[in-house]
């Protein structure tokens, strides 16, 4: 059974950070692309970083350099450095792993950036 926890998430003023983290159970884990995506209220869930198997990154155009994604295949974790945190990043933030046609999400920690 593939598990995706989330942890990391919380308050943080305006130009704070934040490390969110995410692990992961019941896959082969390096074979997998990893990403995290954001759902703020009212809007669609977007992309906002994806660490390929093979180590590539790429990044929501909204991010501009303020993220950066990596992970741990010995820890089977994909973590996710938040820096100059905006209010417009307040979100539900999920983790997801994908592998040819077959994907998982976690449930979400929520980020709450106050200005």
């Known amino acids: 059974q593939v598990q995706l926890v989330e942890s990391g998430g919380g308050s943080v003023q305006a130009g704070g950070s934040l490390r969110l983290s995410c692990a992961a159970s019941g896959i082969v884990f390096s074979i997998c692309d990893m990403g995290w995506y954001r759902q703020a209220p009212g809007k669609q869930r977007e992309l906002v970083a994806l660490?390929?198997?093979?180590?590539?990154?790429n990044y929501g155009d909204f991010v501009k350099g303020r993220f950066t994604i990596s992970r741990d295949n010995g820890k089977k974790t994909v973590d996710l450095q938040m820096n100059s945190l905006e209010p417009e990043d307040t979100a539900v933030y999920y983790c997801?792993?994908?592998?040819?046609?077959?994907?998982?999400w976690g449930k979400g920690t929520l980020v709450t950036v106050s200005s």
């Open positions: 660490i390929t198997s093979e180590g590539l990154r």
């Open positions: 997801n792993s994908r592998f040819r046609a077959s994907e998982s």
